[in-house]
């Protein structure tokens, strides 16, 4: 992609933004940074009933792979948002619930254990595999 391409949005969503949305936002936001995509890929993160925090065990599990969640906060996505986004990736919970009728782009749904109330073990596994699918997903945009 070059820098006159028009940015593709990809939205993270999950019911509760409070575990693995917010675990594949934050390894998305390194990843464009480290490939140098910020003016190309634009992200978004919410849920649909969001949380009052992220889960602490979230928190610690990120802070273990050097990546500072505890000031964060769940947040609603809204339709407006989603039908603006190319891609809109859900973490387990159904796209039908979240993408809009006649929305023109991809849904995709990771299909992964929500993180809430799993041990640190659990979250961590929960937590690399999240980091591989991002890594894939932007070898896929960057067009590698």
Request: hydrophobic share 40%; with cysteine.
């Amino acid at each position: 992609m070059g820098p006159t391409t028009e940015s593709v949005r990809v939205a993270f969503v999950c019911v509760q933004n409070a575990g693995r949305s917010q675990m594949a936002y934050a390894f998305a936001e390194r990843e464009r940074e480290r490939r140098g995509l910020t003016g190309e890929i634009e992200l978004l993160t919410g849920g649909t009933r969001p949380a009052d925090h992220v889960h602490p065990v979230v928190v610690d599990a990120m802070a273990a792979v050097g990546i500072d969640l505890s000031g964060r906060t769940p947040r609603s996505v809204t339709v407006d948002e989603l039908q603006a986004s190319d891609y809109v990736i859900t973490m387990g919970c159904s796209a039908a619930d979240v993408c809009p009728a006649g929305w023109g782009g991809e849904s995709r749904d990771w299909d992964l254990d929500d993180p809430d109330g799993r041990s640190a073990e659990a979250v961590a596994a929960i937590r690399d595999e999240i980091e591989r699918r991002v890594d894939v997903l932007f070898e896929e945009l960057a067009g590698d």
